[in-house]
């Protein structure tokens, strides 16, 4: 199953709806363009939904801390939501949940955008 | 007595597909549960991505082997490349402050992490790597009694 992302707006934040599996190849490149227009589009706060993110590999985490460090180039901010445990597994051994801002509430991560 | 299940590949995306489902499915087979299912198919494809891009550089003169072999106490899995080989010793370390925010680097790292046993070799030229995933005993308790 190849990635899928959906964007919406909510209280000036761009949250990206992602399905499927970040992956090297097709996965990695949808996140990496998805990312990059938004940024084009002059959205800086940026929320990342894996809640449907079945799957990452390597390639898929470092396009994550591509789009995060992309994000923060720009003066932004990405935040990530509702990791599955297996992802949340990976940041974990990867030392990236410390990098990351890791939510699992959408209100929570949204207002946490203003702070 | 194991099983053994070989397959020569083309240095391509749809190889690393094809070498993690395999294992995916041959883990299942042999009786692992989700969980080191996950690790052993994950770990897999990063050793087939790392042949296919890194070793091979997607050469479609250059084959990868993928080599699984089941016992009831192991999976195995070798995978070699045809490739230029790497020096372990040189490779970063991904949890270094200094690479956290690289956006490569984290294979081989999640390979050893999932995997009860990692070997690489250099073939001069190519690269051999074996993974191995012991069959967990069951669970037992207090007597000895399986659960």
Redesign the interface.
């Known amino acids: 199953m190849s990635l899928k992302a959906s964007s919406r707006q909510v209280n000036g934040v761009t949250v990206l709806d992602m399905s499927g599996r970040v992956?090297?190849?097709e996965g990695s490149v949808v996140l990496r363009d998805t990312i990059r227009d938004v940024l084009s589009k002059g959205n800086k706060k940026i929320l990342l939904n894996l809640g449907d993110v079945t799957?990452i590999?390597?390639?898929g985490?470092?396009?994550l801390?591509?789009a995060?460090?992309a994000v923060r180039k720009e003066g932004g901010d990405l935040k990530l939501l509702n990791l599955t445990k297996?992802v949340h597994d990976?940041l974990q051994?990867?030392?990236?949940y410390t990098?990351f801002d890791v939510k699992d509430d959408e209100a929570v991560a949204i207002s946490a955008f203003g702070k | 007595m194991g099983q053994r299940v070989a397959y020569t590949l083309d240095s391509t995306l749809d190889s690393v597909n094809k070498a993690e489902e395999t294992a995916d499915n041959l883990a299942q087979k042999a009786g692992f549960a989700e969980d080191d299912r996950h690790k052993i198919a994950m770990s897999v494809r990063e050793a087939a991505v790392n042949a296919v891009l890194h070793g091979n550089s997607y050469d479609p003169g250059k084959k990868i082997t993928v080599e699984y072999e089941m016992t009831s106490e192991k999976m195995s899995i070798v995978i070699t490349d045809q490739g230029v080989g790497i020096n372990e010793q040189t490779l970063p370390d991904p949890l270094a402050e200094d690479n956290l925010l690289k956006s490569s680097g984290r294979g081989i790292f999640l390979i050893r992490s999932f995997m009860d046993e990692v070997r690489i070799r250099d073939l001069h030229p190519g690269t051999e790597i074996t993974l191995v995933k012991h069959v967990s005993a069951p669970e037992t308790d207090a007597q000895g009694e399986m659960k």
């Open positions: 992956t090297l190849g799957y590999d390597s390639s985490i470092g396009e801390v591509s995060f460090t297996k990976l051994i990867t030392k990236l990098v």
